[in-house]
Structures are given as C-alpha cells and as structure tokens.
C-alpha cells in the first residue's frame, strides 16, 4: 500500500513539474514575441532615415538636411529653440556640430501621414567650442509629402542620469 502511495505522489509531482515547465515555456514564447516586435517596411524607412538624419548632421552635411527638413519645422535644443532655417545655419557655421550620436534604443509609431521616431541616444556634440557628452530621448516628428517623409520637428529632452 505504501508503494502505491509513494509512486501515485511521484506521478503527481511529476504531472506537476511538467505542466509547470509547458506554462513557463509559452510564457516566454509569448514575452519574446513582444520584445521582438514585427515593424513593417514604412516603420524601417523612418528608422533609417533617422539614422541617415544623424550622420549627415555629424558631417554637417548642410544640402541634404535642407531638403530633409520641411520648411516650417522647428527645433527644440536646452539654448531654445527655432525653425530651419536657423536650424541649418547653426550646423553650418558650426555653432552646434553634432559629433556623434550613439543610439541606444529607436522606436516609430505612424499615425496617418505623420510618424513619431524616439531615440535614446548619448549624443557627443561640440556648442559653442566645447565638447559636451549628453544622454538625450529626441522626439522626430515626420509628415509624409508625395511618397518623402519630410522631418517636421526635432526636439531633444536631457535625461537624467544617476549621480546628476
């Protein structure tokens, strides 16, 4: 009798550690799924516009962002802000040279013709001749023209950091 009881409570734990394992598993079948989101082919356009955006900013590449950058855009930095023009004649003259930026995490929600990208980036930049190490969340604002995605409003928000 006690054996049948010994292998009746092995069967169960068994049953149990099993059922247990199945559950965990889809858990994290079902968690990665979502970290690994799905983004469509207009969602990686905008990624890698943004991306392209950061490079021809780095080599003040000041032709290209004029056409990138919608004629009534704005830009929103900590010294204030102003629209494209400035925008473009600050990365000219070298007032701000946005040396590098290092992303961190990038995401795109399209809503109609206008899509938001946020970056978290460290942002290495030289203002005013010195050179400064940011973090940044930069919120890009797009509004689609014809079949170009035209950047409508650039503004950067400092994070903090522990220590600061």
Known sequence: MQQIKTHNMRAI???LFFMTFAQLSSAQEKSSEVGN??????????LDLSREKWQWMSDKNVDKLAQFFHDKSVFVHMGGSWGKEQEVNVIKSGGIWYKKADIQEASVNII???????????????????????????TEVYVKEGSEWKLGSLSFTKLITPGQ
């Open 13 to 15: 734990l068994l049953g």
């Open 112 to 138: 109609g013709k206008t899509a938001i990208v946020l970056n978290k980036i460290i942002l290495l930049a030289v203002v005013g001749g010195n050179e400064v190490t940011n973090p940044f969340m930069v």
């Open 37 to 46: 989101k799905k983004i469509s082919k207009a969602e990686q356009e905008l």
